[in-house]
């Protein structure tokens, strides 16, 4: 989605923006750019369809550039075409303004603002936003201007706004769209989020939800919605530049996957106390946890995928009801939301605007609500009731693996926990889980790293076709559905995941002789009633790629498969989140080998902050 950066200060405030727009690519973007105070002290903007690299180059071209103050911004498109003159920042020569987020109701203010003269030049919801600011602020006074302003506007936004007559300043405000001001020696700076202000500090402050702020490079002065001063907590960000860089790596996704096993072990072993889970120091009671009746997980893409493997292991092994959602259905079907209800959701960016949605429901329903979140200070962080972090650090790459796999590790963790206290785990086992998951997980994770090239090759077959099925039972069902989200995302090549016991039940129709079958299979004890589920495609003529864990009854799934990639040493209880590696792996080669753009495929966005 749309990213935001802003620079005041003593650098070239061009190149800070330059630089922090090229840290927000990961979020996806069809246009870009940049506003700024020229020598003189005129208010100039230069914008560019398409990749960064455009605006770059038509900065070059420009005069007067020098500037120690300005705002940029990467555009996604949501109202109006990718275009020069609909990319941000929007405005006139005394305001311009960047803008994350959707204004609901720009029509309305603009066939007000036009009545007033105003005339528009772009397709965008944002210009009415800034020429509604404009209107406001004509009598000097930017504070109340900017207030009485957002009170008109319905929707989500974060502004940066530059006026024309005070240079060196910057203006932001928020509404349900995050926006933070990074904190610097004699600088200072606003952003979307904490990767564009990793070069110059990690100190920053998260706005909150109808605050406006006035930055200097020497002052930051936050104002509530009633216009009185309020105080933001400074916070630091756990992750410093290097870890949001490629690091050798030749794609971030690639980078991602081999964080993995560290991302597991940081992520796990604060959870562990004398070798059993332990999250009552995170604000979990015990009693609570007693008390609860079911468990709802509630989350969006992958991240729903991590929740389903969550609701398994709840019920499998705590003896707990529990089930996910897909956090955008779950808010607008009136959800019977009960009080004994622990609602947990799961987010990598914590900014997932359906996600934030649900949980707000949840909580105005009186439910517990549990963040499983991987930014810290996000949305979803602030305003669950409790919050477990995962620490997978930054996640660049559009499509989510190491948030994947630390979301499902920590869940399983949590549902032994959970287990434990309503004794339908004795410590045996819970210790047992805990060596899995701490040791065998990362050792196993590993090894599938070590054997690419082996997954490589199997991405070469695949790569060919445009159709293609992922099957398994129980959680390797849930598997196949994330190992299905990833290929899609990345190599635009079309698959069907299925639970495989359904397969017979209309869509074996689509199996032809070719058609590339991954059957994952880490479980021995439903492994007979896989293997008939691979006869049944094998006999369609399919191309049977076997991804399974353990040693039983793995001979035949090796005669049965073109290629087989088997994990014999890999305990079951995390089978499936290491075969997750796998799947990632696999996309990751398939997308190479058919050209895409691996981590920034195409119209997605990192960050879903629009519904
Ligand atoms: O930041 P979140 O975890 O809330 O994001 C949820 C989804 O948008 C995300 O997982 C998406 O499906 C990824 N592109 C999948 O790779």
């Known amino acids: ?88 920042p929007h405005g006139n020569e005394r305001l311009m303004l960047v803008h994350n987020g959707i204004i609901e109701n720009s029509r309305e203010l603009k066939l007000e603002l036009e009545k007033q003269g105003y005339v528009f030049k772009s397709d965008t919801d944002t210009e009415a936003a800034a020429l509604l600011i404009d209107a406001c602020t004509r009598d000097g006074d930017r504070l109340a201007g900017i207030l009485k302003a957002i009170k008109k506007i319905r929707g989500s936004y974060a502004f940066g706004i530059l006026f024309a007559d005070t240079p060196g300043e910057i203006w932001a405000a928020r509404q349900d769209s995050p926006l933070i001001v990074g904190l610097g020696e004699n600088e200072n700076l606003i952003a ?170 949840a909580k105005a329903a009186g439910a517990f609500t549990l963040g499983i979140v991987n930014t810290v200070g996000s949305t979803v962080a602030r305003e669950s009731d409790a919050v477990l972090y995962t620490y997978a650090g930054p996640e660049i790459a559009v499509a989510s693996t190491k948030a994947y796999t630390v979301q499902t590790a920590l869940m399983t963790l949590f549902g032994v926990w959970t287990g434990l206290i309503r004794n339908t785990v004795s410590e045996d086992v819970a210790r047992k889980y805990v060596s899995d998951l701490t040791v065998a997980l990362p050792a196993e994770i590993k090894k599938i790293i070590a054997r690419e090239k082996e997954l490589k090759s199997i991405a070469a077959d695949i790569a060919e076709k445009d159709d293609m099925f992922f099957i398994g039972r129980l959680f390797d069902a849930t598997l196949a559905a994330e190992a299905s989200l990833k290929l899609k995302e990345i190599s635009y090549i079309h698959s069907e995941a299925y639970a495989a016991g359904e397969l017979k039940h209309g869509t074996i129709s689509l199996i032809e002789p070719g058609t590339p079958v991954v059957a994952l299979s880490s479980e021995a004890g439903i492994r007979e009633k896989m293997v008939g589920n691979m006869k049944e495609v094998v006999a369609r003529g399919a191309n049977l790629f076997v991804f399974a864990a353990g040693k039983e009854g793995t001979t035949e799934l090796r005669e049965m498969s073109k290629i087989a990639f088997v994990c014999p040493d890999c305990p079951e209880t995390v089978a499936p989140i290491a075969l997750a590696t796998a799947m990632q792996l696999l996309a990751y080669q398939v997308s190479l080998a058919r050209g895409c753009d691996v981590d920034q495929p195409r119209n997605l966005a990192k960050s879903v902050t629009v519904e």
């Open 192 to 361: 979307s989020d904490v990767t564009a202000i990793l070069a110059y500090t990690r100190r920053y402050l998260a706005l909150e939800n109808g605050d406006v702020a006035k930055i200097t490079r020497d002052t930051v002065t936050v104002y509530g919605a009633d216009g009185a001063e309020v105080k933001r907590e400074p916070q630091t960000a756990l992750w410093d530049l290097a870890a949001a860089m490629r690091g050798g790596h030749a794609h971030f996704m690639h980078k991602e996957i081999y964080e993995e096993p560290d991302a597991v072990k940081k992520t796990l072993f604060p959870r562990i106390a004398d070798g059993i889970p332990d999250f009552t120091p995170e604000g979990l009671s015990p009693d609570r946890i007693k008390a609860v009746r079911s468990v709802r997980i509630v989350a969006c893409g992958t991240a729903y995928h991590a929740g389903l493997t969550g609701a398994a292991v709840l019920e499998r092994v705590a003896g707990v009801r529990a089930s996910a959602e897909i956090a955008s259905e779950f808010r607008y079907r009136n959800p019977v939301i009960e009080a004994d209800e622990l609602v947990i959701l799961i987010s990598q960016s914590g900014e997932t605007a359906d996600t934030i949605a649900a949980l707000r429901l």
């Open 1 to 88: 989605m749309c990213g935001i950066i802003g620079y005041t200060g003593p650098k070239k405030a061009d190149t800070v923006i330059l630089g922090g727009l090229h840290a927000l690519e990961y979020r996806g973007y069809d246009s870009a750019g940049i506003a700024f105070f020229e020598k003189g002290g005129a208010l100039r903007s230069v914008k560019s369809a398409g990749k960064i690299a455009c605006l770059e180059n038509k900065l070059a071209s420009e005069e007067n550039v020098n500037t120690r103050c300005g705002i940029g911004h990467t555009r996604w498109a949501t109202h109006g075409a990718p275009t020069d003159v609909n990319s941000h």
